[in-house]
């Protein structure tokens, strides 16, 4: 069956490290995957998106790869901050008119 | 602010009882869904519009009633609902319908906290 699955349902780190999310997929050849950010209470917001064909993407303290033969994509939050505790949803373009979402990960940002 | 106003916020009904849902968006975009978000389960995709037109319904129960009057508006009808349909219903827009050969991202409203009793 297809899956689309995201590491621990909360992850716990000190600020100023950097967090590393997982999120792994079976039975998809997706070919395009998206990353939001989702506070309580609100919708997801858009991050970054990476391609099938693009090994890693950046954006300020935001890092994304894709590994296609893994069937994996990790997002990494560099110099973390207490703002960045939110939910972080990955989000595949399976060939579906619309994007197919993982369950989230819960990251608190201890000060 | 994303550009996708819901309204309302928050929705109490009771089984019986019908309600819409409402979904604007200031964007321009043609393509608009709705996502059901249940306490920690996925997002489920329950609807997708393309230029007023819909393009998939992802099975869901027919006391569900999309309606999609032009591009910027988009209204969920709830008829004789059931507690297990307590959830966050989240409506987002897109420039144009979801591919594998685009870039598109969703913008999504704030959802409706709904709570059937």
């Known amino acids: 069956s297809q899956k689309i699955e995201q590491n621990s349902e909360a992850l716990n780190i000190q600020e100023g490290k950097t967090a590393t999310l997982t999120c792994n997929y079976t039975n998809y050849s997706p070919a395009y995957l998206q990353w939001y950010r989702q506070d309580p209470g609100r919708g997801p917001v858009f991050l970054l998106l990476i391609r099938e064909n693009e090994k890693e993407k950046r954006k300020e303290r935001l890092k994304v790869t894709f590994d296609t033969t893994l069937k994996q994509s990790l997002f990494h939050i560099t110099a973390s901050q207490p703002a960045d505790s939110a939910t972080y949803l990955c989000a595949l373009a399976t060939g579906r008119r619309a994007l197919t979402f993982g369950s989230g990960t819960r990251l608190q940002v201890q000060p | 602010e994303t550009g996708v106003t819901q309204t309302p916020r928050h929705l109490v009904m009771g089984m019986t009882n019908k309600k819409s849902l409402k979904c604007e968006q200031h964007l321009g975009h043609n393509a608009m869904y709705w996502y059901k978000q249940s306490a920690k389960k996925p997002l489920e995709l329950m609807f997708v519009?393309?230029?007023?037109?819909?393009?998939e319904n992802n099975s869901v129960p027919s006391r569900f009633s999309p309606e999609c009057p032009n591009s910027s508006h988009l209204f969920l009808h709830l008829h004789t609902l059931q507690p297990e349909d307590s959830a966050l219903y989240l409506c987002?827009?897109?420039?144009?319908?979801?591919?594998?050969?685009?870039?598109?991202?969703?913008?999504f409203g704030s959802g409706t906290q709904l709570s059937v009793l």
């Open positions: 987002a827009s897109s420039q144009d319908r979801i591919s594998t050969g685009g870039n598109e991202k969703l913008f």
């Open positions: 519009y393309n230029f007023k037109e819909q393009t």
